[in-house]
């Protein structure tokens, strides 16, 4: 984990370095996590493979365009900076999540909700809290 706005830069800078890739970065303080974590709007805890959170590069202009790509089975829901996922198929089998970052208009990067609390699990150790 990565402390400060310079990480993502640093980690971006280092990546490209190392592999000749590019990739997007984002970094995200303990606090706005935690509160992405508190915001879920489902029992993410009951089928934590079945849940994701998409966070957010910024703040979308839209999004009404995830509706028509949600299959009959899939949830979701907006949050302040991420978007909360249902799918009960899978993620990888979702046109939701493959179309995500196009409709949306925004940089994304998909976690599911083991991962999401892992994290912060790690994030509350590393300051013995």
Known sequence: MFHGNA???RIAATLAAR?????AVMVLCRSAFEAIVAACP?????????????????RPEATAGLDRLAEPDERWQAGDKAIYLHCPSGAGRSKL?????R???VG???????TVTALAR???????T
């Open 42 to 58: 489902f029992d993410a805890d009951a089928a934590p493979r079945q849940h994701h959170v998409a966070f957010l590069a910024a």
């Open 7 to 9: 990480g993502a830069r």
């Open 103 to 105: 409709a949306l208009g």
């Open 108 to 114: 994304t990067t998909l976690r599911n909700w083991g």
């Open 122 to 128: 790690m994030a509350q150790e590393m300051d013995g």
């Open 97 to 101: 999540v493959a179309g995500l970052e």
């Open 19 to 23: 592999t000749e890739v590019s990739p």
